[in-house]
């Protein structure tokens, strides 16, 4: 996995958090939920470690579909101009902006679609400023193809936050064995994904950040064990059956704005 070229070249004046948490908080104080998604909501949970900083980098959101046109709305009153075109066709599943600093903002409504369908609905106001954790994690564990910066962000979040435990800052094992046992296309992207941690992390001993308060690693078992022990749906078990002879997962494209 090498490293993009463009986060080589990200300086802190690429930081595209300050703006992007201000826009989460000003929807909050306006009594909106407007949250982080990717690697900013993995900064947001996990403050403490260094910042993993791309030149160029966008603002990826989430919002729910009751809440969708008033998000619209406050978004243009602070000053994010809307494409129009894209959102009127799309605008029930993700809308496009362009904030103030030029930067460009997508707000995924209900659901985060990529190799699997997140809908990040069920612990949406569990944090203030983004997605719940799990979900967070969730968006990075359905990746089947993994790369550095993902892998990075999985090992921040494990070794960050901790496996259960009812904390609001914590990573829900309740919602994660649910959606384990209920859906064997995850579980199969999910647990070969937690399965690479130990060798990517071999391989990349730098993806694990300085002054981790848990052991990812230990952590990630921990979530392997659980996705292997739930107890598994009818619909699991007869995809299961199937296996890998049909493609379990979709390969998503980029949208055109």
Same mark, same amino acid.
């Not at 300050?18 to 009594?31: H, N």
């Not at 978004?75 to 902006?97: H, I, P």
């Not at 203030?128 to 550095?148: C, G, H, R």
């Given at each position: 996995m090498g490293t993009p070229s463009?986060?080589?070249?990200?300086?802190?004046?690429?930081?595209?958090?300050?703006?992007?948490?201000?826009?989460?908080?000003? =929807? =909050?104080?306006?009594?909106?939920?407007?949250?982080?998604? #990717?690697g900013l909501a993995v900064r947001v949970l996990c403050p403490e470690f260094p910042p993993r900083l791309r030149a160029g980098q966008d603002m990826d959101f989430a919002c729910v579909s009751k809440e969708r046109k008033k998000v619209a709305d406050?978004?243009?009153?602070?000053?994010?101009?809307?494409?129009?075109?894209?959102?009127?066709?799309?605008?029930?599943?993700?809308?496009?902006?362009n904030a103030p600093s030029g930067r460009p903002i997508d707000v995924m409504v209900n659901q985060l679609t990529m190799c699997h369908n997140l809908d990040f609905r069920a612990g949406f106001d569990r944090q203030?400023?983004?997605?719940? +954790?799990?979900?967070?994690?969730?968006?990075?564990? @359905?990746?089947?193809?993994?790369?550095?910066k993902d892998a990075h962000d999985i090992v921040h979040l494990?070794?960050?936050?901790?496996?259960?435990?009812?904390?609001? +800052?914590?990573?829900?094992?309740?919602?994660?064995?649910k959606l384990m046992g209920a859906d064997w296309g995850w579980?199969?992207?999910v647990t070969g994904n937690l399965e690479k941690l130990p060798a990517l992390v071999a391989e990349r001993p #730098? !993806?694990?950040?300085?002054?981790? !308060?848990?052991? =990812?690693?230990?952590?990630?078992?921990?979530? &392997?064990? &659980? =996705? @292997? @022990?739930?107890?598994k749906s009818m619909k699991w078990k007869l995809r299961a059956a199937t296996g890998e002879r049909m493609r379990w997962y979709e390969l998503p494209e980029e949208v055109a704005h």
């Open positions: 463009a986060a080589a070249a990200a300086t802190p004046a690429d930081d595209p958090l300050p703006e992007a948490l201000g826009l989460a908080r000003g =929807a =909050a104080q306006a009594s909106l939920g407007l949250k982080l998604l #990717g406050w978004l243009a009153s602070a000053g994010c101009e809307a494409d129009r075109r894209f959102n009127n066709l799309n605008g029930d599943r993700q809308m496009y902006f203030p400023f983004t997605i719940d +954790a799990v979900d967070v994690l969730l968006s990075k564990l @359905q990746i089947v193809e993994l790369n550095e494990l070794a960050g936050l901790p496996v259960g435990g009812g904390a609001q +800052a914590s990573i829900d094992t309740d919602r994660f064995a579980w199969r992207t #730098g !993806l694990v950040p300085p002054g981790a !308060l848990y052991d =990812a690693l230990a952590q990630a078992r921990q979530l &392997l064990e &659980l =996705a @292997q @022990q739930t107890p």
